[in-house]
């Protein structure tokens, strides 16, 4: 598995998607938090990072699919596959090594922002007035959150050998479980029951956790679907036996 990790991770760094992904993210949180009016700390007067945290999931939702979207698809697509499969490696290592490589790039493109914590830490009046449980539990959320959109776009990756058609599924899979559950709970039709529909959705545990507050429930909710994806992944996978 480590092999795997090592050889994926290197692939990306590599070649122009890595650097592109953490480029983007950085300059898009940036301008957001330094220099647009309507959402820059410095006009804003308050010190904090909600407008990071606020903007990280929609780019996740994009820039993620166009990591996970080459893991399996590529290998398809260019034969690869079946030599990979021959090699003494299981189905589990195999998709747990492009995982981890997937998932540990984008973990690079956050470690940079934590700059920004710094800043406004230090920018704060009096130096260090700024809420930091609730800052390090929205990083917890964000990590939490790439972790999940990675195995859905994994997940995507591996039902086609078309990189475009993994793109659009996993920006599809992506935005129907972050933010769909709270636009189908918003009809009224449901009544009370709108608030357990709510609940099925990732943006009600991210915003929960964001808050500071580390809830079991929310860390569970989150380890359990990235299995469910990791799980469907690996069915795929195996239906070549069938």
């Not at 990306?12 to 890595?18: E, V």
């Not at 769909?180 to 009600?204: H, V």
Request: aromatic share 16%; hydrophobic share 55%; proline share 2%.
């Amino acid at each position: 598995m480590l092999a795997i990790l090592s050889k994926e991770f290197n692939s990306y760094l590599n070649s122009l998607i890595g650097y592109i992904v953490i480029g983007v993210f950085l300059v898009a949180t940036g301008l957001f938090m330094w220099v647009f009016p309507d959402s820059s700390v410095l006009d804003y007067g308050y010190a904090d990072l909600q407008s990071v945290f606020l903007l990280a999931p929609w780019l996740f939702l994009f820039l993620i699919p166009a990591i996970t979207m080459r893991t399996f698809a590529e290998e398809r697509k260019g034969g690869t596959m079946e030599l990979l499969l021959t090699k003494p490696l299981s189905d589990t290592q195999l998709l747990l090594g492009k995982y981890f490589a997937c998932l540990l790039l984008v973990l690079f493109a956050l470690l940079p922002s934590l700059l920004y914590y710094v800043s406004v830490y230090q920018l704060g009046d009096p130096v260090g007035n700024i809420d930091s449980a609730a800052v390090a539990g929205s990083y917890l959320g964000l990590v939490f959150l790439a972790a999940v959109f990675v195995a859905m776009g994994i997940f995507a990756s591996s039902l086609t050998e078309n990189q475009i058609v993994a793109f659009i599924l996993a920006v599809f899979l992506c935005y129907l479980v972050y933010t769909g559950f709270d636009l189908l709970a918003s009809i009224d039709a449901w009544g009370t029951a709108s608030y357990y529909i709510a609940q099925l959705g990732i943006s009600y545990h991210y915003s929960s956790i964001s808050k500071g507050l580390i809830d079991s429930r929310d860390v569970l909710y989150f380890l359990s679907v990235i299995t469910i994806m990791l799980l469907g992944t690996k069915l795929v996978l195996e239906s070549r036996k069938w």
